[in-house]
């Protein structure tokens, strides 16, 4: 409960005293975490600390905010564009700590890596901290030529070829405050090392709000092309029994929606934009792990409410579906990340990177 009020805070979605006295006391530790990000960045620039470069090609997509900006479908796009592109891929996610891409118990690595590696069967996934170790492993393993390195903006021990920075147009650029008063990992003149920008959630967005980022990503980096893109519903999966039904079935049915992302809005908009009646939606922090007695109380209440399904998203379904339950109609909504505008110079960029 704690950390979903301070989320929310940071969100700008709690306004009373108690939120402002709270933020304004978090504002007290933001100099120093300035201070720490740049002396790292010194150390780096100035060769204390070394970046290491491997024999492949390494492809980043990250952000400059915490919260969900659309990551891992993009990580999911880029993979599927390289090996169209007949290349071998894996990608390195920071995870939970997990290190075997092929391990049967996922309690070490995080929703996203479980996401990727169920829709990226083909792909391995490999999870921990040290990317460098295992993106030698990756090559030694897998004989890959391509690494895709999942939230990698901020980590600088690896090198990359390109570096791509989704930008949220929900919430662009944080409150422009550091963590822990606001939402940005790091300062925005940072956003000078990025290579491409991809704005995320843009049919979610007014045109003006848009237009806005466009002129504050030319004011930091006026080299790196900018693309737009939705996330656009590719069909739903039954928990029962594995069967798939197109988003249309959502058409004036009554959900529960239920999700623990980093930014449920667009759920919420996603589920209402199909036709579904939305009589609930229940938000849980990002990366929440269900227990049973939550899943059974959620189940409960939305009988009570005569929905004719629970709806979650696929970061949610990796985690509930190990519970196997079988007494109520749970769906998971499958997303994929679509660009709309700047297609082309999304593949200028990759494309220079591989030839």
């Not at 978090?26 to 100035?46: C, E, G, I, M, Q």
């Not at 390289?82 to 690595?109: C, F, H, T, W």
């Not at 491409?196 to 806005?212: E, P, T, V, W």
Request: with cysteine; glycine share 8%; net charge positive.
């Amino acid at each position: 409960m704690l950390k979903e009020y301070y989320l929310s805070i940071l969100y700008g979605q709690q306004r009373d005293f108690t939120a402002a006295l709270i933020k304004s006391t978090l504002s007290a530790f933001t100099y120093p975490y300035s201070v720490v990000l740049n002396t790292r960045d010194f150390l780096y620039k100035n060769s204390v600390f070394k970046s290491t470069r491997l024999p492949v090609k390494v492809i980043s997509i990250g952000n400059i905010t915490t919260g969900g900006t659309g990551k891992t479908p993009l990580v999911e796009f880029m993979a599927g564009y390289l090996l169209e592109k007949n290349k071998k891929v894996a990608i390195l996610s920071r995870g939970y700590g997990g290190n075997n891409p092929l391990q049967k118990n996922n309690d070490n690595v995080n929703d996203e890596c479980l996401i990727l590696r169920e829709n990226l069967r083909d792909v391995p996934v490999l999870a921990g901290k040290n990317r460098v170790k295992n993106g030698e492993r990756a090559i030694r393993d897998y004989d890959v030529d391509c690494l895709v390195l999942d939230d990698g903006f901020q980590h600088l021990k690896l090198k990359r070829d390109l570096d791509i920075v989704v930008i949220d147009s929900l919430n662009p650029f944080g409150g422009e405050n550091l963590i822990p008063s606001g939402n940005l990992r790091e300062p925005l003149k940072n956003l000078g090392r990025a290579d491409l920008f991809i704005i995320s959630h843009c049919n979610q967005s007014k045109k003006q709000i848009i237009k806005s980022i466009y002129t504050k990503l030319k004011n930091v980096n006026n080299d790196a092309p900018v693309c737009e893109s939705i996330h656009r519903p590719v069909h739903i999966e039954s928990m029962i029994d594995g069967s798939i039904l197109g988003p249309e079935w959502l058409m004036g049915k009554r959900i529960y929606g239920l999700s623990a992302i980093g930014n449920p809005e667009s759920f919420t908009y996603t589920l209402k934009g199909l036709g579904a009646e939305l009589i609930k939606h229940r938000k849980f922090h990002d990366h929440h792990n269900y227990n049973r007695e939550e899943m059974g109380y959620i189940v409960s209440e939305a009988r009570s409410l005569d929905a004719d399904a629970i709806v979650v998203t696929q970061k949610d379904i990796v985690k509930i579906r190990k519970m196997d339950i079988k007494d109520f109609n749970i769906l998971s909504l499958k997303i994929e990340m679509q660009i709309t505008k700047g297609i082309k110079l999304y593949k200028k960029a990759i494309d220079r990177v591989l030839t």
